[in-house]
């Protein structure tokens, strides 16, 4: 089974300051489940009242697909250099 | 009759040395090696590809000869390089949640692009589609001027 990306890497350095965070992502995931929980029935009853509109079926697909993209993010670096040593640097673990 | 036969004619005929005879047969087998690895890629040679990546590298340009003579300029503010490596299963999964988008937002979305003067169609875009999107992206590479020529920013998207 496939989970989202545990923690993110956040490094800022620029001549002066050097930032290397890491950063807890289950936290993020954790307090989102738990609020998915609790709104759980309220999306069902949006579901029910919007399936005839099509967003209904959007809004039951969401969840799964988004889910999908959040456990994809796993390995995706974002590597960004400037002239002198300034550096971004993203990468979800 | 095959380029090694040949070689080792040449070699007994004493029309080349051993070393030049060596070298050539050391040559034929890295041909020989190349042609085994694209056989393997070109029979699933998306299987392997885990990432997408695109990398921007500024480089100063050889052929640049300025006026003054000074290749040193405080004006440098073109040089950012950047590395992206996209995961291929975030295009996949990406393409996937568009597939859920109600009729009606798509055809707003359809008109919106025509309005602009582009005819596509995002339904018609498959997860197959984007498959072959990227294994005829290859390895792209571009190469962008500065517009004050000193430098040369290059473009690459390849999958690895």
Known sequence: MSIPPLLMKLKLVDP????????????????????????????????????????????????????????????????VQGKGKEQVLLYFR | MNNRRKILDMLADNKITTEEAERLLSLLGDEKEETETKDTKSVNPLKNLKYLRVVVKTIPNPEYQPANGNLFSNDDD???????????????AGMKLTSIIPPAAYNQMDSSLKEKGIDFDLRNIKPENVEELISALGDLEVNVESKNKRKNTTVRVYAE
């Not at chain 2, 073109?78 to 996949?92: C, E, G, H, K, Q």
Request: hydrophobic share 60%.
């Open chain 1, 16 to 79: 002066k300051n050097r930032i290397n965070l890491w950063i807890p992502l289950f936290l993020v995931w954790l307090i989102a489940g738990l609020l998915a929980l609790a709104l759980s029935p309220l999306i069902l009853l949006l579901v029910l009242l919007l399936w005839p509109t099509g967003w209904g079926k959007f809004l039951w697909l969401f969840g799964p697909r988004l889910y999908a993209v959040l456990c994809a993010l796993r390995h995706l670096e974002v590597d």
């Open chain 2, 78 to 92: 073109d040089d950012d390089n950047v590395n992206i490596r996209v995961p291929m299963s975030l295009i996949r």
